[in-house]
Every structure is written in structure tokens, then in C-alpha cells.
């Protein structure tokens, strides 16, 4: 009788994971791309294509709505600030007197406010280009992860038995760097604007 001793062949090859880390790579890049193409839809594109004026308040409600968490007895509250009013664009060309948008604050019956509007019913307070980019600019930052990652799965196809070079891990090291960093003062002066 003849035993065999030793460990059985793999049931895959490793170029098999390679190849499969390279597509997970390219879909991450695939992902990053949608990433950068909402950023620009969302910011500068919204901003340019809205027609800009102003909104006088007739009166501003708060939204209150409870969120049951399963792991606690607690009950989260959110609560969203809503103004309704006349909204009569620069030109003058357009004007609703059945307007509403999400609001930073309440504001008095009378006051003004700043506004997009941005379809055919939907409005959203104006907060210039500094914010449309800003907005623009927190997807692109976010947008570096994914493609950073996605790089550096094509290039290695995450693989052990491809060491990468020193100078590739270096560069997605620093992407992801100047990604976190982007993300966080976009984040900062998007809150602040």
C-alpha cells in the first residue's frame, strides 16, 4: 500500500486571486469615477443650472421625527427646519408663492432668505460658489479612497506574491493621506459656509 504525504494542490492558482483582486481594483475605479462625476453634478453643475433669488418667509416650522433604536430603549430625535414663503428669482422672470426649503435656522415672517432654485418645486438655500465647490470638493476628496484603493488592486492585484515597489505604496499611501485631509476641511468649510 503507498501512502502519499505532502498537502494537496490549491484549488485555485495564484494568478486566479490575482486576477480577481485586479477586477475588484477596476471596479473600485469604476466606483471612484461615479464618486467624482456626482461631485461635479451635485456642486458646481447644481449651482450653475439653478435659478438664483430670493425667498421672503411667510413662516418656518420645525419637523420633529423619532428614530426607535433596536439596541437601546432610547428614541433618537431629529428634527428639520422647514420655511415657506414667495420665492421671486433675480431677474424676476420666476416667482412661487407656494415655496419651501430646508432651513440653517427659523427664521420671522418678513425676513429673506438667499435661494436655488433648483427643479421644478425643490428649493435650497444659496450658499454661493464657495459652497457649490465645497460640495464638489468633499465627493472628489472622498472620491481618492476608492481610487487609490482600486490603483493599487490593478497595479497588484492585491497578492501576496506581488511585493509592490516601494514607491507605489508610497504614492497611495500619500493619495489617501491628501484624500483624509481633503475630506476633513472640505467637510469643515462646508459646515462653517
Known amino acids: 500500500m503507498t501512502q502519499v504525504h505532502g498537502t494537496p494542490p490549491p484549488t485555485t492558482t495564484p494568478g486566479d486571486r490575482t486576477g480577481l483582486g485586479r477586477l475588484i481594483g477596476a471596479g473600485l475605479i469604476l466606483v471612484s469615477l461615479v464618486l467624482l462625476a456626482l461631485g461635479a453634478y451635485l456642486g458646481p453643475y447644481t449651482y450653475s443650472s439653478s435659478t438664483q433669488g430670493k425667498l421672503t418667509v411667510e413662516t418656518c416650522t420645525v419637523d420633529y421625527k423619532y428614530r426607535s433604536s433596536t439596541s437601546s430603549s432610547s428614541r433618537k430625535k431629529t428634527k428639520t427646519k422647514w420655511c415657506y414663503g414667495t420665492f421671486t428669482s433675480t431677474d424676476g422672470s420666476t416667482k412661487d408663492i407656494n415655496a419651501e426649503l430646508k432651513s440653517d435656522a427659523l427664521h420671522q415672517r418678513g425676513d429673506v432668505i438667499e435661494a436655488l432654485k433648483t427643479g421644478d418645486t425643490s428649493y435650497q438655500q444659496d450658499h454661493g460658489w464657495a459652497g457649490a465647490i465645497t460640495v464638489g470638493c468633499v465627493w472628489w476628496f472622498g472620491a481618492l479612497f476608492p481610487l487609490t484603493i482600486g490603483y493599487f488592486g490593478t497595479a497588484t492585484g492585491f497578492s501576496s506574491s506581488q511585493a509592490p515597489s516601494q514607491r507605489l505604496l508610497r504614492a497611495c499611501v500619500t493619495l489617501v493621506a ?16
Open 178 to 193: 491628501v484624500g483624509g485631509i481633503g475630506l476633513i476641511v472640505s467637510l469643515l468649510v462646508a459646515f462653517i459656509a
